[in-house]
């Protein structure tokens, strides 16, 4: 029976990021992916944005925001042809819940906590408004900053290929059905095929769980979170915007998609890991999108596409927009076992390196000191 340094479950983009650390390091990496490509579940159903999360500082979430635009910064860097930046808006009405100054302040701390690599904020002058396309109804301000915007799909497979031209194996269409702990780990998967492994990374995204339970493994208390997205016909407009939906205050955003609107997100708790975009979602997108661009009103028969993905936060008595989005951990076995809970796209990197850390102890011997993914183009 084959055996491998390291197995990883799920060909997100964390299973992606995480063979792609392993394999530069020199281990023997599989991975191991029940779908028939990689990035076919929440790595292709995101907002599509490389950002710090400009709300996360509204909750104080301060760590989580500096990496995340360290990240951006590496990904803008190693990654050009697939993370771009883009302008973003952000109008304040006379009802809006958050103030101009509130919005200014959050900017300022934005940019500070980018080293400076923010685009210069600002307002935009009340003479441009009408070229955005926005409501202009009770408008008092817009601001304007920069962040950056992917394709999930494309990042995850591109990072999934520089992890097998590092020589990392993968698995499609297997899904991992028992596990054995002895000495390592001994696999058994859906086509019949076994193999060994000296450790084990858990990166199987809302399924996370499912997972950790085939091996009587840890399991940290979890909620499942689906947020939902609508592609509109609606050309794309010149920029992202960032809105305060008028039915409850949550942030949501209108962005350009391969030509068109995509506006997102929602946030549903489920009880099962399995995303399925709901009428009520569909409506209250649709909803804040005419409010802010009644002059571009869409129907349902505008419709292109809906698309959901399922959030692993923490389980709190909170609603999920306060809590925490940093990523957590699972580890057992000496270490030789990491399970990974949440987290987000634009920090896939450091996530990855924070569990070949965990997994250094028990596999130091058989570790080179490879190339720092920091420093690797994607291709
Ligand atoms: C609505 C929404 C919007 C978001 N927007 C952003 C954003 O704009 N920017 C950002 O940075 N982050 C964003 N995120 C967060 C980010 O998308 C996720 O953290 C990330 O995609 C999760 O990736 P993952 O690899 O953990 O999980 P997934 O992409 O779900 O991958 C898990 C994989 O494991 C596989 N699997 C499961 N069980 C098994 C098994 N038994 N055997 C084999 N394979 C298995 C699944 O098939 C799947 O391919 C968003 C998340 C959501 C839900």
Known sequence: MKTYDLVVIGAGIHGAGVAQ??????????????????AMETSRASSKLIHGGLRYLETAQFRLVY?????????LQNAPHLVRRSDFFIPVYR?????????????CCY?????????????????RWES?????????AVFRYGDAQTDDQALTRAVLASATSLSAEVRFNTALSQVAHEAGYRLSFSDGGAVQCRALVNAAGPWVNEVAELAALPRQDLDWVQGTHIVLRQPAFPGCFYVEAPQDGRAVFVLPWRGLTLVGTTEVILDHPQASPTQAEIDYLLA????????????SWDIEEVFAGVRVLPRDSRQANRRSRETLYATAHNG????????KLTSYRATADKVLQMLTPALRDAMR????????PLP
């Open 132 to 140: 955005l396309g926005l409501n202009r109804d009770d408008l008092v």
């Open 95 to 107: 009802s809006s819940r958050r103030h101009s100054w509130w919005i200014y302040l959050g900017l």
């Open 21 to 38: 650390a392993a394999a530069a390091r020199g281990l023997s990496v599989l991975v191991i992916e029940r779908r028939e490509a990689a």
């Open 111 to 127: 940019q500070l906590l980018s080293g400076g690599s923010i685009s210069a904020i600002g307002k935009v002058p009340p003479q």
């Open 67 to 75: 990496e995340c635009l360290r990240e951006q910064r590496l990904l």
């Open 369 to 376: 000191p490879g190339t720092s993914t920091a420093e690797l």
């Open 288 to 299: 804040v999108y005419n409010h802010y661009f009644p002059a571009h009103k869409c129907e």
């Open 336 to 343: 030789t076992y990491v399970g990974i809970y949440g987290g």
